[in-house]
């Protein structure tokens, strides 16, 4: 051990000593995370077995990269890994800034009840899981009792009707839009409460010297915001491979699979319906991968364009 | 104070393990996955009951949705925790026989399994899973499966002064008029000709066996392939078709999206008027309990059977033939197989037979000529959904050859399956595992199903792109399946 090691240790030492409910307080989410996140890894090492469940992880003879190699080679792989670049960046591109919108938009609502109440419209649709979501949107969009459809018939409309949740070209639109509709509202709660934090003496300082809203909004709000924009972003970004395995196992069907099959969709076919588990694995890694690649690369750049945001 | 609680409370935990230590002696148990039949039925009723009383053993039961077998079979393998005893395809079970996953029951067999080896004895030893290593591990039903029918509402012909439809054209025609001429006659646009929905494979047989494709089965192409029906020289004529009648609305436009049980309740509810599916529940286990319009005793005054012949003079169904290549399968993790196999033996009793399909006599149903076949249902067991929460029909395994069904089955059921039997679609049927389909199986399924959905709504050029998805079940497996079943059929037939 070196001298700042030692250094180092010896003040936590210290402080544990000092501080040991603290620590105690710590344990049980240090526990869970050991023995959920961390132990569980070590299944990742049927990506690159011959797994059988009968025989277990170590009994499974080792295959190296032939899982990885006849992943790669399936077409439905490769649609799939395509489908899911493109729905997670759009989902990224779009869902990102939708929230710091909302909370810039809510934020200059000076009527409190209307503010509260537009916050809790926005944030509700969150706690509706998937499911009923397709419920709601195969009732308002199915073209044989669908509301839309029942609606524009009543008005006179008798021209065709597309089937949006059947139709190849619309349907990655009805996986956005319900995304953003869904999420949008909930991600204002971290922009809203940094928004509170921001010192009002800011913006009474700022009017003084003549600074109208815009200019208020984007020198001190936008500006309090960034490293909680930097720090969200980084992650969200790391998660842009995971497109949403709930919405869209949900809400897919056989005509529009062709744009709607995801990694995380095809890593269900592989290994609950087709019982190959280890491929499964490696899909799933793969994505992980890239995932952990992009958070690195975008923390990266972070700290080059500002060295006070980034996570690490 | 605080000493008298925390005694309390330890007191409390011990006494909670008394119950634990009592059941410890009582019955075995075991687990049993079977697929729903729409309804799921109550823990511990009382069919479940009797069960347990008659094979001294208490039965827990994993009821899936159907279509979800495999998905549930595989998350419970994943776990480690399979189910002592579920039903298993030849390939499915080959697997897990060199998995050591499967129990062999020979022994089993000799002491509890009297029924069994009375009624399939001379089967078992012909199955290929029973002759990989010279063990009994799979146990099939004594009876073939029903044919698919196509039933069509004889009441709205009548009323539209229509003929029971023989060919493509005459079935359009109805469909037509099923659709747009009110048929239901209540002033109402709320009828459709047919219904299907990819959910299922029993509703597309008879409209692909017009064309002489064995839906969902291999079929054998002139020069001796045997392949996926997909690759059927009249495939594409089968899709011109059914593209027509989804264009001109005749056809539910959700078939795609449209969940089985939906399907069902389209027919209950007198929203469609032909519809494919054994007659066995469209004229028999489904009437009149499950129909919301009203119904006459007689269910040939609402139904009859459609036998459709297509430009080729193929008509009817898939052929069914004794089952060599699914049955029931113990895991070798159940703790009492012998439970297990006393359980399926029970199935094949006449009294088990009964009770699985029936319920509890004298409870759930009574007998008025028991020769005969006829039967009432009694009390609040009339409503079909009653009874199935109650166990009835829930557990109905369809093993013995002269099973409950077809002893009840009403005379126009029993004259749509004798008729139906006349138009079997034959096909090759292989009872030896093909590697590739295990290893692709699904995928290329899927491959089909999507195709299949994505050629009748295309407006695009439907020819290439029926080339682009068989290019592509071939290169995702397909010619590797060719090729193995096309030497397993030709080894088998030799």
Redesign the interface.
Known sequence: MTGAQISLWKRFCKSARQYWWFYFMLLPGLIYIVVFRYAPMYGITIAFKNYSVFKGFDASPWVGFDNFTKLFGRAAFQRALYNNVIIGVEKLIFGFPLPIILSLMLNEVRKNSLKRTIQTAIILPNFISWIVINGLLFAMLGTNNGAIVGVMRFFGYVGEIPNLLADKEHFRAVILLSYLWKSGGYATIIYLAAIAGIDQSLYEAAEIDGAGRLQQLWHITLSSLRPTIVMLLIMRVGEVMNAGFDQIYAISNYLVVSVADIIETYVYTLGMESRKFSEATAAGLFINVIGLTLVLITNHIAKKIDPESGLM | MKKTLCMLLALLMTLSLVPTFATADELPEITWMITGSGTTSDENNMVLQKIGEAIGAKVNVIQVAPGDE??KL??L??A?TLPDLFVADLADAQ?FIN???LCPLDEFLSDNGSEILAQVGEKLPKMPANQMDGSIYMIPGASADFMENLNVRVDWLKKLGLEMPTDLDSLYNVLHAFTYDDPDGNGQNDTVGIVLT?AQTNQWENLFGAFGIPYNKPCQLEDGTVTSYFKHPHFLECIQYLRKLYQDGVM???F??MPAMTAHEKLWSGACGVYGFRDVGVTNNWYPGRYTFECPEDPSEIFGFAQITGPYGDCGSVAQYPKLTTGMVVASTCKNPDAVVRLINYLFTEEGDNLTYLGVEDVMYRWIDKEAGKYERLNEYVDDAVHRANGGFTYWMNMPEDNAQLRTMNALTQQGQAEQQLHAIDYPYITSTIEAETEY???LD??V??A???LI?TKGDVEAEYKEFVT?WE??GGLEYEAEATAAYAAQVK
Request: hydrophobic share 35%.
């Open positions: 495999d998905v595989n998350a393998i994943a480690n697997q998995e050591g996953m990819m539910d436009p959700d795609a999206t199986g699904t995928l899927q491959i199903k999507e299949t959905a994505q709504v592509r290169n995702e």
